[in-house]
């Protein structure tokens, strides 16, 4: 292959990554100020070459055909690898840019991540941000996600990730709950109580609870359920009974005295308690995109932990 077809190659290629990013000829070809049709022919040209189809087309979307997969990985880590290169030769000038497919829990995206989200789109202007607040696990090779917020003891393997932050959860109610109906000196107390927790699962409504050795489970009830933290929240507020919170949500609340903690003395655990990393596909070469975003994520989370 001579040096002018290798360049066009590499040119398709990231016409290709591109397009798979953004889901779209047209956002694509505006992004790298083309044509959809300029788009459409180097992704032929690109398939010609290999050999095989590797977009499945339809009036409504479009996904990676079967087997391409791999094929983007690898158009994805030349283009960063080709990045990089340009980096450390001090000839690369511009600011990231390109589109960030980012997974993140519901709670934790609107609460931490999405209120910094205009200083990162103003620091960065070639960059743009596709936000998934989804609690459901996403697969990141399967759905193009470049970056995922979990919560998980490690990266699991095929991932690379940064910690970002350490996400622990309460048991609240206001004075005026707790005036009312007793202040809980135990665990089992809680039985007693009227209990707001998650309600996806059959095990949200069994609180488990540590403090040194000891460890016992509750079977709480309670007339309210809900499965957002804003919404425990203001039930909370509202001295409906006592509830689950993440730390970032209640903090506010603590902090003013409109709620106090309850059964301070244990560590209350649940599934969605640990350490939030940020994970991406492993790769040789960080696309600059995406180190902005992680570098700036742990930046403004630091203070969160």
Same mark, same amino acid.
């Given at each position: 292959?001579?040096?002018?077809?290798?360049?066009?190659?590499?040119?398709?290629?990231?016409?290709?990554?591109?397009?798979?990013?953004?889901?779209?000829?047209?956002?694509?070809?505006?992004?790298?100020?083309?044509?959809?049709?300029?788009?459409? &022919?180097?992704?032929?040209?690109?398939?010609?070459?290999?050999?095989?189809?590797?977009?499945?087309? /339809?009036?409504?979307?479009?996904?990676? /055909?079967?087997?391409?997969?791999?094929?983007?990985?690898?158009?994805?880590?030349?283009?960063?690898?080709?990045?990089?290169?340009?980096?450390? /030769?001090?000839?690369?000038?511009?600011?990231?840019?390109?589109?960030?497919?980012?997974?993140? !829990?519901?709670?934790?995206?609107?609460?931490?991540?999405?209120?910094?989200?205009?200083?990162?789109?103003?620091?960065?202007?070639?960059?743009?941000?596709?936000?998934?607040?989804?609690?459901?696990?996403?697969?990141?090779?399967?759905?193009?996600?470049?970056?995922?917020?979990?919560?998980?003891?490690?990266?699991?393997?095929?991932?690379?990730?940064?910690?970002?932050?350490?996400?622990?959860?309460?048991?609240?109610?206001?004075?005026?709950?707790?005036?009312?109906?007793?202040?809980?000196?135990?665990?089992?107390?809680?039985?007693?109580?009227?209990?707001?927790?998650?309600?996806?699962?059959?095990?949200?409504?069994?609180?488990?609870?540590? &403090?040194?050795?000891?460890?016992?489970?509750?079977?709480?009830?309670?007339?309210?359920?809900?499965?957002?933290?804003?919404?425990?929240?203001?039930?909370?507020?509202?001295?409906?009974?006592?509830?689950?919170?993440?730390?970032?949500?209640?903090?506010?609340?603590?902090?003013?005295?409109?709620?106090?903690?309850?059964? !301070?003395?244990?560590?209350?655990?649940?599934?969605?308690?640990?350490?939030?990393?940020?994970?991406?596909?492993?790769?040789?070469?960080?696309?600059?995109?995406?180190?902005?975003?992680?570098?700036?994520?742990?930046?403004?989370?630091?203070?969160?932990?």
């Amino acid at each position: 292959m001579s040096t002018n077809q290798a360049q066009y190659l590499l040119n398709e290629m990231a016409v290709f990554v591109r397009v798979v990013e953004t889901g779209s000829f047209s956002e694509a070809a505006r992004q790298m100020a083309v044509t959809p049709s300029a788009a459409s &022919r180097a992704v032929a040209r690109l398939e010609k070459a290999l050999g095989q189809r590797l977009l499945q087309r /339809s009036t409504r979307k479009l996904r990676l /055909s079967e087997n391409a997969q791999d094929v983007f990985e690898h158009c994805r880590d030349m283009l960063n690898a080709a990045q990089a290169a340009l980096e450390a /030769s001090g000839r690369q000038g511009e600011e990231p840019r390109g589109t960030l497919r980012v997974s993140v !829990p519901k709670a934790i995206g609107r609460a931490l991540v999405h209120p910094h989200m205009p200083e990162f789109l103003e620091r960065y202007p070639q960059v743009d941000v596709l936000l998934r607040l989804e609690d459901r696990y996403m697969d990141l090779y399967d759905e193009q996600i470049d970056l995922a917020i979990r919560i998980t003891d490690q990266p699991p393997p095929g991932l690379m990730g940064r910690r970002l932050l350490r996400i622990d959860h309460l048991l609240c109610a206001t004075p005026e709950y707790l005036a009312a109906h007793g202040v809980p000196a135990q665990p089992q107390d809680l039985k007693a109580h009227n209990c707001i927790y998650l309600g996806e699962e059959p095990s949200d409504s069994r609180w488990k609870f540590r &403090r040194g050795e000891q460890s016992t489970t509750v079977q709480v009830r309670g007339r309210y359920a809900a499965n957002n933290t804003g919404v425990r929240l203001d039930a909370v507020l509202r001295h409906l009974g006592i509830g689950s919170l993440p730390r970032f949500t209640a903090e506010q609340a603590l902090a003013e005295g409109r709620i106090v903690t309850v059964l !301070p003395d244990w560590t209350f655990q649940t599934n969605y308690s640990g350490d939030a990393w940020a994970l991406y596909p492993r790769t040789r070469h960080v696309a600059p995109k995406l180190k902005a975003l992680l570098d700036f994520l742990g930046e403004r989370l630091a203070t969160s932990r």
